[in-house]
Structure formats: structure tokens, C-alpha cells
């Protein structure tokens, strides 16, 4: 059964970098049919996409968050990672990974996704 | 960038149906999917591709893309539907593709 967990740090100072990782269980990272991708929800508020990665390394960014942000992926760990630079209070969030179809330009939904892991950034 | 509209709020009673909109520009040429989201919970896929439901999803859950809106309807509502709700795009325009979600509805049941 397919499983993912995200693991980093709760507690991130203001200006440094927030480095995620998410554990792929149950389901190889260099499947063809699917990318990876982060998504965060700070607190009581809905849902943004920071962007994606596919098992050979091309990544997709949200467009405001682009200059900020660094996706990777390490197959032989079964993992992919974010890292977010520069953080602010406002990148308080929980950040979930996900997995989603995607086949010859056709995108799918979100369909696997982590429970999701609380970053608070503050001093 | 492009913008998904949903309503923040949906109330209805038990056994009615709730409908609920999503809003973008010529949203019907793009594949639209939906989540349900309880409060302490990862978001869960409850329609995808406009219309198809994963395996588990009652049928009470439907949904339709054309034109400017698309719509998620969930009949004979029961006191488990009342959750967020999202609706999500894949969007490109020439530009590398970038994911948008709606703001989200909360669905009260009465």
C-alpha cells in the first residue's frame, strides 16, 4: 500500500531554509506515470501548491515561489525534498507531499497524500 | 496566473443536495478534481477529471466542467459530508504547467 510521510524540522528561523523530505513507501519514486509534489495550508486557510518533481529531476514551480525554492528527488532513497529559502512568518504552514498522475500532458489529481507535517517559522 | 473562485460557504440540510461551484476562465477546456478536506485531515480526491469518482467515493458525489464553471454535487447530504471542499487545476497557457486550487467551500450540514 502506498504510503508517504513527510520529516524535517517543526521550527524554522525567520530568513533561513526550510528542508522538508518525503518517504515513498509501498511504490517506486521512478514510476513513469507520476510526479511528486509538495502542497501547503497555512492555519485555517486553503490550499497552495509550491510544485512538483518527476523521478529524472524535472521540477515545476509555483510561479511566485520559484526564486525560493529548490525540489530534488533521491531514487535511491525512495525520497523526494524541498527546501524553501528565506522563510517568513507567513511560510507557516503545514506542508503535505503528494503523488500525482500525469501521462503524455495530461495532468491528474492529487490522489496520495502524506498526513502532512506542521513548519513553524519564527525566532 | 490563473484563478480558481469558489463560494467560502455552503449550508444545507440533511438529505438535500449541496452544489458547489468552482469558477475559472474557460475552466470546461481543463480537467477539474475535487477534494474533501476534515478538519485535522490530508485533503482526499473525491472527483477527478470533472466527473469520475475513486473507488469508495459514493455516488452521491458528482461533478461537472463547462464553460466558466465547474460544479461538484453532492446529494442526499449527510452530518459526515460537512468538510472543505477544493477544486484544482493543471493550468499552462505556453507557460510551464503550475497547479491552482480554488479557495475552498465549507460545507455545513444544518
Known amino acids: 500500500q502506498l504510503q508517504l510521510q513527510e520529516s524535517g524540522p517543526g521550527l524554522v528561523k525567520p530568513l533561513e531554509t526550510l528542508p522538508l523530505t518525503c518517504t515513498v513507501s509501498?511504490?517506486?519514486?521512478?514510476?513513469?506515470?507520476?510526479?511528486w509534489g509538495w502542497i501547503r495550508q497555512p492555519p485555517g486557510k486553503g490550499l497552495e501548491w509550491i510544485g512538483s518533481v518527476y523521478y529524472s529531476g524535472t521540477t515545476y514551480y509555483k510561479p511566485s515561489l520559484s526564486s525560493r525554492v529548490a525540489i530534488s528527488v533521491d531514487t535511491s532513497k525512495n525520497q523526494f525534498s524541498l527546501k524553501l529559502k528565506s522563510v517568513t512568518a507567513a511560510d507557516t504552514a503545514i506542508y503535505y507531499c503528494?503523488?500525482?498522475?500525469?501521462?503524455?500532458?495530461?495532468?491528474?489529481?492529487?490522489?496520495?497524500w502524506g498526513q502532512g507535517t506542521m513548519v513553524v517559522v519564527s525566532s | 496566473s490563473y484563478v480558481l473562485t469558489q463560494p467560502p460557504s455552503v449550508s444545507v440540510a440533511p438529505g438535500k443536495t449541496a452544489t458547489i461551484t468552482c469558477g475559472g476562465n474557460?475552466?470546461?477546456?481543463?480537467?477539474v478534481h475535487w477534494y474533501q478536506q476534515k478538519p485535522g485531515q490530508a485533503p482526499m480526491v473525491v472527483i477527478y477529471y470533472d466527473k469520475d469518482r475513486p473507488s469508495g467515493i459514493p455516488e452521491r458525489f458528482s461533478g461537472s466542467n463547462s464553460g466558466n464553471t465547474a460544479t461538484l454535487t453532492i446529494s442526499r447530504v449527510d452530518a459526515g459530508d460537512e468538510a472543505d471542499y477544493y477544486c484544482q487545476v493543471w493550468h499552462s497557457g505556453g507557460d510551464p504547467p503550475s497547479s491552482v486550487f480554488g479557495g475552498g467551500t465549507k460545507v455545513t450540514v444544518l
Open positions: 503528494a503523488r500525482v498522475a500525469y501521462s503524455s500532458g495530461w495532468w491528474g489529481a492529487f490522489e496520495i
Open positions: 474557460n475552466i470546461g477546456s481543463k480537467s
Open positions: 509501498g511504490a517506486s519514486i521512478t514510476s513513469t506515470l507520476y510526479y
